[in-house]
Every structure is written in structure tokens, then in C-alpha cells.
């Protein structure tokens, strides 16, 4: 049983908000209209231009949260891994470190 669930979707999220800001900040300079007469996409452009670097804040504080959850699985991990088998030791083993005669 692999108590670590897939962080597939998070990967997933953090790529559509990315993919998001960057359309967002191409909308707004595509839509920055050249004359005042079309005032109502300056407005739209503006919206879009402030709400791109926040997609791009929400997707870097999803990644360092992943990490974060990563290496805490990590550590866990190798804090509850198997002890590792040892050999038993042999009589002349025990002889030689002086336990038995």
C-alpha cells in the first residue's frame, strides 16, 4: 500500500494557471486599444494585465507547497523505512570480541 497519493492533478493545476497568466498578459497587450475611443478595452486590458502576475503567484505558491509536501514524504519515508538485515554473528565472532571464551 503506497500511503502517497499521485500529485498528478497539482502538476496538472499549477500548469493551467501558468498556461492562464501567460494568455491573460498576451490578451491584455493584444487587446490595448490605440486610441481612446475604445476606452472599454483599455479597462479589460488593465483587468487582464493585473490578474496574469496573480496566477502566477498562485502557481508558485502551489509548487513550493508540492515540494514541501514531497520532502516531508521523503522524510517520513526514510524515517520508517525496513531495518536492513544483518548477518548473525559466529561463534568465533563472539570469541574474538571477548563476549564469550
Avoid: C, Q
Avoid at 515540494?67 to 522524510?75: G, I, P, T, V, Y
Amino acid at each position: 500500500m503506497n500511503p502517497r497519493k499521485s500529485s498528478r492533478g497539482t502538476v496538472f493545476k499549477i500548469n493551467m494557471y501558468l498556461l492562464g497568466a501567460f494568455s491573460y498578459a498576451i490578451g491584455a497587450w493584444l487587446i490595448w486599444p490605440d486610441s481612446l475611443k475604445w476606452w472599454g478595452f483599455g479597462l479589460m486590458s488593465i483587468a487582464l494585465a493585473i490578474t496574469a502576475p496573480a496566477m502566477v503567484i498562485k502557481a508558485i505558491m502551489m509548487m513550493f507547497k508540492l515540494h514541501a509536501r514531497d520532502k516531508e514524504f521523503a522524510e517520513f519515508e526514510e524515517a520508517n523505512r525496513a531495518a536492513d538485515p544483518s548477518e548473525l554473528a559466529s561463534v568465533e565472532d563472539l570469541k574474538k570480541a571477548g563476549m564469550i571464551e
